[in-house]
């Protein structure tokens, strides 16, 4: 090979690998909840941090576990469980009821010994939804309430802060997740197209040069398709959420 013919395929080669740095492939979790909606519609349950249930998230190439946690307890022996069956966790989920004051002050504080076990372990992001007044029930909190629930979210992402972790707000609108739907009703596996258009999100998220943390919650419902199994749909749902997110 002359020397024009090696720099001319040294510069290819150079191309190739900075068109394949640009494309950086997203780290994608799996929040727990819509795997306990799969194992409901079969008559079973989905137990949390176990290794039957992290190997199955682990089986479906997902590399992020983003549980639902009630207390600090349920960190004993995750750390090792996760590392066996190659998972990492980000973020994880809390309840909180924060609308009113006397409740308020009580649940910063479950959040907040949680947040402390979690940040021993690596964890970075706090995702939370505030109670509703009742859960199913129609009720609207007041403005009064709305003022107090505010004031303590401010309160207690200021107070993660200092545990060097990230408040995140859970918008409780069954399509602010990763999750899609179509004619209303929640589809099997998650789609760019549907009810929802994620296209026109990440297309948003360019714009701003936003790179947020994913997290899948693709649910199944009565009336949802049922044609795939738990790990199966996932399987589906990462890939089209990775085509979708490294575009």
Do not use: C
């Not at 002359?2 to 994608?28: G, Q, W, Y």
């Not at 409901?40 to 549980?67: M, N, Q, V, W």
């Not at 990230?166 to 739907?181: G, K, M």
């Amino acid at each position: 090979m002359n020397r024009r013919a090696f720099l001319h395929v040294t510069a290819l080669a150079a191309a190739d690998a900075s068109m394949a740095a640009e494309v950086k492939m997203p780290h994608i979790a799996t929040n727990t909840y819509p795997w306990g909606t799969f194992a409901k519609r079969e008559g079973k349950t989905f137990p949390l941090h176990t290794d039957e249930s992290l190997a199955a998230i682990a089986a479906a190439g997902i590399s992020g576990y983003e549980p639902i946690i009630s207390k600090p307890e349920e960190f004993d022996g995750i750390e090792e469980r996760l590392r066996a069956h190659g998972l990492d966790m980000r973020s994880l989920y809390v309840n909180s009821s924060l609308h009113d004051e006397a409740q308020a002050a009580q649940s910063m504080q479950s959040v907040l010994a949680i947040a402390r076990s979690a940040a021993e372990i690596g964890v970075k992001i706090i995702v939370t939804n505030p109670s509703p007044i009742r859960w199913g029930g129609p009720e609207d909190k007041t403005d009064a309430q709305l003022l107090t629930q505010s004031a303590a979210l401010n309160r207690l992402g200021t107070e993660l802060r200092r545990l060097g972790l990230t408040l995140a707000y859970h918008n409780h609108d069954a399509e602010l997740h990763l999750r899609q739907s179509r004619g209303g009703k929640w589809s099997e596996v998650f789609t760019a197209e549907g009810d929802i258009d994620y296209t026109r999100l990440k297309r948003w998220l360019d714009q701003k040069n936003l790179q947020p943390h994913l997290s899948l919650e693709q649910a199944v419902e009565p009336g949802s398709p049922h044609t795939l199994d738990v790990i199966a749909a996932h399987q589906q749902s990462l890939r089209n959420a990775v085509a979708l997110f490294a575009a």
